[in-house]
Nanobody, 122 residues
C-alpha cells in the first residue's frame, strides 16, 4: 500500500501562484508514474498533469498547458505541481496519484492521496 500526502493548497486570488507537493511518508516515488488530478464541486475528477516514470516526460490537460508544471524533487521522493496564473475555474480539490506499472498515469490510478483544496477567488 502506498500512502500519498498532498500539501500546499489554499485560498488565492486570480493570477496568483501556488505549488502543491505530494510525498509518501516512508517511500521513494522514483519508480512510480505520478500524476495530479482535480475535482471541482459537482464535477467528475479530471486529469491535470503527469510525469513519466521512465524518462521524466510530462503531459498536461489542455486547460492548464503553459500555466502548470509537474516536476520531481531532487531526491525523487516528492512530486510538485507549480500552478501559475491561476483562474477561478482552477478551484477544486487536487489529488496526487501514483502508479508503479504504467509509464504515465493520465486516467485511473491504484494509489491516491487525500486531496488538498485550492480555491481561486476573483
Amino acid at each position: 500500500q502506498v500512502q500519498l500526502v498532498e500539501s500546499g493548497g489554499g485560498l488565492v486570488q486570480a493570477g496568483d501562484s501556488l505549488r502543491l507537493s505530494c510525498a509518501p511518508p516512508r517511500r521513494t516515488l522514483s519508480r512510480y508514474a505520478m500524476g495530479w488530478f482535480r475535482q471541482a464541486p459537482g464535477k467528475v475528477r479530471e486529469f491535470v498533469a503527469a510525469i513519466n516514470r521512465n524518462d521524466g516526460s510530462t503531459d498536461y490537460a489542455d486547460s492548464v498547458k503553459g500555466r502548470f508544471t509537474i516536476s520531481r524533487g531532487s531526491a525523487q521522493n516528492t512530486v510538485y505541481l507549480l500552478m501559475n496564473s491561476l483562474k477561478q475555474e482552477d478551484t477544486a480539490v487536487y489529488y496526487c496519484a501514483a502508479d508503479p506499472l504504467r509509464p504515465l498515469v493520465t486516467t485511473g490510478s491504484p494509489y491516491w492521496g487525500q486531496g488538498t483544496q485550492v480555491t481561486v477567488s476573483s
